[in-house]
């Protein structure tokens, strides 16, 4: 099982940021990093911040699961198994 943090994308339209429509950063076990549209979770999820607790950390929705990636809709989806 891998963990997820899901972010808002604040340079979205920015040159290698994706288009204004990627507004949704998805990083798998903090080393992969995907940009979409839009996200499912079905899997329990939380808040968890990460950084260095110096005031700059970022909020994310956590999770773990395993992804899939509707390239169609670009939608990461999030189940408990591998579909």
């Not at 990460?50 to 390239?71: E, H």
Request: aromatic residues 10%.
């Amino acid at each position: 099982m891998k963990k997820y943090h899901i972010r808002f994308n604040k340079t979205r339209g920015q040159p290698g940021r994706g288009s204004v429509d990627h507004v949704w950063r998805v990083f798998e076990n903090e080393k992969k990093e995907y940009l979409v549209k839009h996200f499912k979770i079905n899997v329990p999820s939380y808040s968890e911040t990460t950084g260095n607790g110096t005031g700059n950390d970022d909020w994310n929705i956590a999770c773990q699961g395993y992804i899939t990636l509707d390239r169609e809709t670009s939608t990461a989806i999030i189940n408990e198994n591998h579909v």
